[in-house]
């Protein structure tokens, strides 16, 4: 899906878009020398970029502590990905052995992603390869963060997890 007569895919656009927001907040919190000014936008920006440890400094206006979330919670991510990776991986494999149809919605998402000239096809067993070491890592990682780990008190932002699991 392209914006009208410009060729730029409405991804395209969006990441476009979040990364000028970045830069032209970096820009501004460089240039404006935030960290002595202490304004409301600068503490605001510093809970947005920083996490576990680093978020425990002196100076954190106290309202921002309700945007926090436990470090522990990273295990979230990989509960996701192990599902969403393991259900593709399902469906390939019922594709590539079984001849199953690849679900609708599946097929429709995969069109909104790819650019408009672009065919989807072939690389069946690089696709089923990455699906598999992608699932395998999850798997690491999740057993990591229930066995391995030992949480401090590190938060992170409420926008990061839910940029995480995005």
Known sequence: MTLSGTGLTVIAALWLLLDVAFLVSLFLHVLGDCARRGS????VFQDLIRYGKTKTGR?????????DLPKRWFSHFYYLSIFWNGALLWLVVQSQLFGVEIPQWLQSLLNFFKEPQQKISGGEVSTLLALSLIWLHSLRRLEECLYVSIYSNGVIHVAQYGLGVG
């Open 40 to 43: 409301t936008l600068c503490a």
């Open 59 to 67: 100076g954190r206006p106290a309202w921002l502590h309700c945007f």
